[in-house]
């Protein structure tokens, strides 16, 4: 059974240390095990979702971000990147969302959900909540989705969106700019061998969120397909 080792973490702490391309050179056969393993881990994280929901990412190896970091446009010029991260997509455009997992010691999460969503998905997602606001506030409040993950997350208005009704019963979930759904791992979780099953119950535990946007996604306010 595939899992996070320690080697995979001391691999990330020693990387941090030495964020520099001489060091990451000199060590490159090190990263290439260490890449290796996750590359197994990101097989069997696939298959097990595959069991649950449409999944169109191909292999393990191509949910694998690169570890290398685009510095073009930021102040921190160190070359790497000190986690390990995946994300799998959903297939079709009539299943939104996606999932992803983040791996670094002292820092390690799941999320899905809805990032930066368009101007018109964020329109769709509004207005469907403004009538069945109801029934995203259940799934939010339901055991499964608080015990996972406690609240949506997510970056928020501080008023009312133009054009909503800023006394609406929903206005709290109207002024949400971002949907998404975080859960985080201690380190002991993590190096767990059971750990790919638990990051798998986490990402069902989102089915019940990403149906509901999928739904608001694809369908005008009458409820007819978009696609």
Known sequence: ???????????????????????????????????????EFSDELLELLKTHDDIDTISGKKALYRIY??????????????????????????????????????????????WGPSSSDLKLIRTNILEFGDELTKILHS???????????????????????????????????????VKKFTDKEVLSKDFAQIVNEGFKAMRPFFDYMSEALTTDANGVPLY
């Open 1 to 39: 059974m595939a899992q996070i080792t320690k080697s995979n973490f001391d691999f990330l702490k020693t990387l941090a240390k030495n964020n520099n391309r001489e060091w990451f050179t000199e060590n490159k056969s090190s990263y290439e095990k260490n890449r290796a393993d996750l590359v």
């Open 69 to 114: 970091r685009d510095v073009r446009f930021s102040k921190d010029k160190t070359p790497y990147k000190t986690h390990y991260s995946m994300s799998f997509s959903r297939a079709t455009k009539l299943l939104r969302g996606g999932y992803f997992l983040s791996i670094e010691p002292g820092n390690s999460f799941l999320g899905g959900g809805f």
């Open 143 to 181: 055991k499964q989705f608080a015990t996972n993950f406690g609240a949506m997350e997510g970056e928020q208005l501080k008023t009312s969106p133009k054009g909503f009704d800023k006394e609406h019963k929903q206005i709290k979930l109207l002024r949400y700019k971002q949907f998404l759904a």
